[in-house]
């Protein structure tokens, strides 16, 4: 069973804009992280935040946890047409050393 | 390094055939699983290993099999294919598969089973 939950399902946006994806999930965690998938091809690893961890930033991405809430967000800024991809949050914890569980992914669009 | 490889890359089978995805990484890890994705579905895993001669059932193991025998190789057994495992599969690969670690990707197997 899926343990994070992406929202919204699609979004999108003029080049430029930002970009905001979030990311629900049920159980307490270790980490989290983030992937983008371009059409046809495999996940690619973004970002990974720490349960002790509140914000993090890898150039243009901003990630942000809440453990109270167990949320986060995946924050894009200034995007770019080359973004366009569905994006995947990943939980790691919950009893498991090894299995990372993934949502169902956001589909970001970005027009030029 | 080429990373995680998968071939081959589509495959059609007819119900009832038996066929083998495989999947191999060049990056010394000793981490390895295989993941499903239909769609509205997201990710699902289906098999992993934490090192040669270790492997372990996922989310969605039945109608799978799975061995490995060396770090490198870790290949998807479809017993008797069916329909409901029409499915993108990707092999993912991490060094050591504790909490914390960043998963590798292959590119996929794109599978049609008729």
């Known amino acids: 069973s899926q343990q994070g939950e992406e929202d919204p399902q699609a979004l999108s946006i003029q080049e430029g804009e930002n970009a905001t994806m979030n990311c629900s999930y049920k159980?307490?965690?270790?980490?989290l992280q983030w992937y983008r998938q371009n059409s046809g091809r495999g996940l690619v690893h973004l970002i990974l935040?720490?349960?002790?961890?509140r914000e993090k930033h890898s150039g243009r991405l901003r990630v942000t946890l809440d453990t109270s809430k167990k949320s986060s967000s995946l924050l894009i800024t200034a995007s770019r047409a080359a973004d366009t991809a569905s994006y995947f949050c990943?939980?790691?914890?919950?009893?498991?050393?090894?299995?990372?569980?993934f949502g169902k992914g956001t589909l970001l669009t970005v027009n030029p | 390094n080429a990373g995680v490889t998968q071939t081959p890359k589509f495959q059609v089978l007819k119900t009832g055939q038996s066929m083998t995805l495989q999947c191999a990484q060049d990056?010394?890890?000793?981490?390895m699983s295989w993941y499903r994705q239909d769609p509205g579905m997201g990710l699902r895993l289906i098999h992993y290993?934490?090192?040669?001669?270790?492997?372990d059932q996922g989310e969605v193991p039945n109608g799978y099999n799975v061995s490995r025998s060396t770090t490198e190789d870790f290949p998807l057994r479809l017993l008797s294919a069916a329909p409901s495992q029409t499915s993108v599969y990707f092999c993912?690969?991490?060094?050591?598969?504790?909490?914390?670690?960043?998963?590798?990707f292959g590119s996929g197997t794109q599978l049609s089973v008729l």
């Open positions: 159980t307490s965690i270790n980490n």
């Open positions: 290993s934490v090192g040669a001669g270790i492997t």
């Open positions: 990056m010394n890890h000793e981490y």
């Open positions: 935040i720490r349960s002790n961890e």
């Open positions: 990943a939980t790691a914890g919950g009893g498991s050393n090894y299995k990372l569980t």
């Open positions: 993912a690969s991490s060094y050591s598969g504790t909490i914390g670690e960043k998963l590798f």
